[in-house]
Structure formats: structure tokens, C-alpha cells
């Protein structure tokens, strides 16, 4: 469990005192409500660029991982080019 979490778990607990740990008995007004939006919508602003920067992160390792590939078949060519020429030499000698 986060320490966020934990305390916001005291909070609501030491809250309920007041009503005598009974949920039922909080009154509902228009100022809990906002602060209820207003949690809901932090929330879902942090959740949302949590999920953008794991996209960032897995199109990055996708483009590194399309690089390394490219590396690699740009060296095997070369290196088939490079045996290509060696035989072409020593044919001619």
C-alpha cells in the first residue's frame, strides 16, 4: 500500500469519527460533490498521462528495437558484399 493511499485511509477514518463511524450519517452537500468531481478528475489526469508515457516509452524501445534490426541487416550485407569481392579477387589472381 502507497503512503497516498494510506493516508488518505486515515483520513476518511479520523472523518468518521465525527460521525460516529457511522458513512450513513455524512451529509451530502454540494461541497463534498465538488470535492468528489474534483478527485475524480485529478485522477483520471494523472491515470491518462501515466498510459501517454507508456506509449512514449514502448514506441521509443519499438523504434530502437527497428534500428538495432536495420543495424544488424545493414552488417550482413556488408559483410556478404565484402566475401563477394574477396572471391572476385582472388579469381582474378
Known amino acids: 500500500m502507497s503512503e497516498k493511499v494510506l493516508t488518505c485511509a486515515m483520513d476518511i477514518r479520523s472523518g468518521l469519527k465525527t460521525y460516529n463511524k457511522k458513512p450513513q ?47 544488424e541487416e545493414l552488417k550482413k550485407t556488408l559483410r556478404t558484399e565484402s566475401e563477394k569481392i574477396s572471391k572476385k579477387s582472388r579469381w582474378k589472381n
Open 25 to 71: 450519517a455524512v451529509p451530502i452537500d454540494k461541497e463534498l460533490l465538488n470535492l468528489a468531481r474534483h478527485a475524480h478528475a485529478s485522477c483520471k489526469t494523472y491515470l491518462e498521462e501515466k498510459r501517454r508515457q507508456k506509449e512514449k516509452e514502448a514506441l521509443e524501445e519499438k523504434e530502437k528495437e527497428e534500428r538495432r534490426l536495420a543495424e
